[in-house]
């Protein structure tokens, strides 16, 4: 680490939606980190008079690191396709919103950075330019070239991880294999360890079909798959419980002393701690050679240019990745 000064890369995401409006308003913030948003300075100068809000921008290919002064935005400036209307999708523009993505990724593996900070982006809109997109904790498992990662979102309340992520659900079950589970536990016990200071992480694990199978006979899957996994890596001194039904696995009682909700697919998680954090929560990445975390909500299209989009996520997200960078120098 060349730097005791956490020097961060915020992508400011869909250029429709609400990421620059977020960025902005994280900018009015003294913040003790070196933060550098990757946009249009053209748009962030008109989303900026839409809101009504006035900052300095600051705009250069390479900054010097210095803590984030109030009213004050530094730019890594890229250039839009095409102008941006406000809250309307424009595929033309997908290619700006993924060299945005791959730009931040790469100084972080260029350690430029010491973390990726991420505002949403659209998957639908980067899909209808031909560009097959699921999401940026699979692109940017790609562009490290890490075979697996993990999805986890984080409040003060509560941690749920995926073990699938953004597939249909038609396709969930078929990816629960024997392998990916394993790999999916060892990389949360792992990170739990090494970047969240837990020595034996407790990990709860839900099964995927109701009452987590009921002995079989309403699905296979905890009998084939997720028990023999969970038995086999107890054995390696790992604390899992489970599987256990979902529909109970997230009262009060069965997350005592429970470090991670691990859940099988996205909408089995993610509702509960959404219904009770949505706003708050910050998702991280998990099995990266770099540390990336990000907001806990989609790119909002009606409220952007608004001044409606709060930013408590991505300034969570922001903390969070200091938090991580610090546990590391
Ligand atoms: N990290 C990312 O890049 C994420 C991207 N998305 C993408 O966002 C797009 C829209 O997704 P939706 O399901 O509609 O979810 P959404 O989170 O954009 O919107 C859901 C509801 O929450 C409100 N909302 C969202 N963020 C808010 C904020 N910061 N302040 C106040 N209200 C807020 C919206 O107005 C809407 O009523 C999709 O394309 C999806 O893929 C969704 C989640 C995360
Ligand atoms: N629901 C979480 C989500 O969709 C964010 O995914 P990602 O773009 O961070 O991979």
Known sequence: MSSQLPRIALTTGEPAGIGIDISLALAQLSLPAHIVA?????????????????????VQERHQSSPQQAGVLKIKPLSLAVPCQTGVLDPRNAH???????????????????ALVTAPV???VINKAGIP????TEFFAEQTGT??????LRSTHLAVALVTTHLPLTQVS?????????????????????????????ILVCGLNPHAGEGGYLGQE????????????RKQGMQLTGPVPADTA???????????????????????????????AVNITLGLPIIRTSVDHGTALTLAGTGKAQADSLLSAVKMAIKMINAQY
């Not at 009504?52 to 921008?57: A, D, N, V, Y």
């Not at 394993?182 to 407790?202: A, C, E, Y």
């Open 96 to 114: 700006y919103v993924l060299t945005m993505l791959q730009q931040a990724c790469q100084g972080c593996m260029e350690n430029q950075f010491d």
């Open 133 to 136: 997109f699921s999401g940026h």
């Open 250 to 280: 997230f009262t009060e009682q069965m997350l005592q002393s429970v470090d991670v909700v691990l859940t099988m697919y996205h909408d089995q998680g993610l509702p509960v701690l959404k219904q009770q954090s949505f706003g708050d």
């Open 174 to 202: 078929a990816a629960i294999t024997q392998e990916k589970l394993t790999n999916v536990i060892q990389i949360l016990h792992k990170d739990l360890q090494t970047r969240f200071g837990r020595k034996t992480p407790h």
């Open 222 to 233: 905890e009998i084939t798959t997720i028990i023999p996994v969970l038995e086999m890596l």
């Open 147 to 152: 075979a697996e990662v993990v999805m986890m």
């Open 122 to 124: 659209h998957k639908g």
């Open 38 to 58: 990757f946009t249009d300075p053209q748009l962030a100068n008109e989303r900026a008079q839409q809101l009504g809000m006035t900052l300095r921008f600051d």
